[in-house]
C-alpha cells in the first residue's frame, strides 16, 4: 500500500507561485508515474501534469500547463514537487497527486490507471 499526502496549497495572487509536494509513505515511489490532478467548485476533476520514469534517475513530464508547472522528484524524501508559476485566477482548484504502479505509456489523463491518490490540498488564486 502507498499513502500519499498533498501539502503547499494556499492563498495566492494572481501571477504569483506556488510550490506543491506530494511525499508517500509505505513504498518507494520512484520509479511509479506520479500524476497532478485537479478539481475546482462545481467542475470535475481535470489532468494537469505528469511525470514518468524512464530508466535509471530519468523522468520525463507531460503536459506542463504550457510550460508554468513544473514536476521535478526528489526520491531520497519519497516526494514529488509541482512548481507553478505565473497562477491564474482559474487555477484555483483541489489539488490531488496520484500514483501508478502499472506502467502505461499514454493516456496520462486517465484517471483509473492511477492506484493511490492523496486527500488533496487547496490552491487559491485571488485576481
Known amino acids: 500500500q502507498v499513502q500519499l499526502v498533498e501539502s503547499g496549497g494556499g492563498l495566492v495572487q494572481a501571477g504569483g507561485s506556488l510550490r506543491l509536494s506530494c511525499t508517500a509513505s509505505?513504498?518507494?515511489?520512484?520509479?511509479?508515474?506520479v500524476g497532478w490532478f485537479r478539481q475546482a467548485p462545481g467542475k470535475e476533476r481535470e489532468f494537469v501534469t505528469a511525470t514518468i520514469w524512464t530508466g535509471g534517475n530519468t523522468y520525463y513530464q507531460v503536459d506542463s500547463q504550457k510550460g508554468r508547472f513544473i514536476s521535478s522528484r526528489d526520491n531520497a524524501k519519497n516526494t514529488i514537487y509541482l512548481q507553478m508559476n505565473s497562477l491564474k485566477p482559474e487555477d484555483t482548484a483541489v489539488y490531488y497527486c496520484?500514483?501508478?504502479?502499472?506502467?502505461?505509456?499514454?493516456?496520462?489523463?486517465?484517471?483509473?490507471?492511477?492506484?493511490?491518490w492523496g486527500p488533496g490540498t487547496q490552491v487559491t488564486v485571488s485576481s
Open positions: 496520484a500514483a501508478g504502479t502499472r506502467p502505461f505509456d499514454s493516456h496520462y489523463d486517465t484517471q483509473s490507471k492511477y492506484d493511490y
Open positions: 509505505g513504498r518507494t515511489i520512484s520509479t511509479y508515474t
